[in-house]
């Protein structure tokens, strides 16, 4: 059985695995997960496979949905602290810059690139959301839910999905600061509205023009909305 662990990259994508590997055992795997790619046709082979298996087979992806429906679970973070924390990994992991040597010029237009990039697999963060949280057999986690409480909200996520796993008795989480410090590239901050201190207000228009509206499907920003981006909204 396939369950698709999806998200914007992100947005608590590896966290939650993490988690579910800790009290369940349950590990998580990408369709390559060693970076090889043989084409479209090869994929879709080996996601079959995946699904064709007796027990759950928990499958990593940022890219936008397939046709398929297996049941998923699906990430969901503000899109303004995603964005930010994809464009620092993405200077500093991908690119492997250091912190220092980014300049604010450099980081702004990765910032804007990343809000409209509509041609890459994973879409836009509004695309990404909209796509897969449309699927039936869908359990939405946010974010906030995760890191703060993250036993009770993977376990709830299970329960939506029917899913039964047998708990690993006495198994102990990692919090998301602990993970931290062991491995600061892939988790960086893991905070709640980082965007305030790391989003520049001169991008802020352009992100409500284009996010806007899922932004406020799924309540997020409410009271940091513009008053001109709003009417154009309505309008």
């Known amino acids: 059985m396939l369950v698709w662990v999806a998200s914007y990259p992100r947005s608590g994508n590896r966290f939650f695995?993490?988690?579910?590997?800790?009290?369940?055992?349950?590990?998580?795997?990408?369709v390559y997960s060693d970076g090889t790619d043989h084409g479209p046709q090869a994929k879709d082979r080996l996601i079959l496979d995946y699904a064709?298996?007796?027990?759950?087979?928990?499958?990593?992806?940022?890219?936008?949905?397939?046709?398929?429906?297996?049941?998923?679970?699906?990430?969901?973070?503000d899109g303004r602290d995603s964005l930010v924390s994809y464009a620092w990994f993405h200077l500093t992991v991908d690119r492997k810059l250091d912190k220092a040597?980014?300049?604010?010029?450099?980081?702004?237009?990765?910032?804007?690139?990343?809000?409209?990039?509509r041609e890459s697999d994973f879409g836009t963060w509004s695309d990404n959301v909209t796509a897969w949280t449309g699927r039936p057999q869908t359990t939405i986690?946010?974010?906030?839910?995760?890191?703060?409480?993250?036993?009770?909200t993977v376990a709830n996520a299970l329960a939506e999905l029917e899913l039964e796993l047998p708990?690993?008795?006495?198994?102990?989480?990692?919090?998301?600061?602990?993970?931290?410090?062991e491995k600061q590239r892939l988790f960086r901050r893991g905070k709640v509205g980082s965007w305030q201190d790391e989003f520049p207000q001169e991008?802020?228009?352009?992100?409500?023009?284009?996010?806007?509206?899922?932004?406020?499907?799924?309540?997020?920003?409410?009271n940091d909305l513009p008053h001109l981006t709003v009417n154009r909204l309505v309008a």
């Open 203 to 222: 991008l802020m228009d352009l992100f409500w023009q284009e996010h806007g509206q899922v932004m406020q499907q799924f309540r997020y920003g409410e």
């Open 141 to 152: 986690v946010r974010f906030e839910d995760l890191v703060a409480k993250p036993e009770e």
């Open 17 to 30: 695995r993490h988690t579910l590997n800790l009290l369940y055992g349950q590990r998580s795997l990408r």
């Open 167 to 181: 708990p690993i008795p006495n198994s102990q989480v990692q919090t998301f600061d602990e993970l931290k410090l």
């Open 101 to 117: 040597d980014i300049s604010p010029a450099l980081y702004k237009r990765i910032l804007r690139d990343l809000m409209l990039m």
């Open 52 to 77: 064709s298996q007796q027990e759950c087979m928990f499958i990593k992806t940022h890219d936008l949905p397939a046709s398929d429906r297996y049941p998923t679970i699906y990430l969901l973070r």
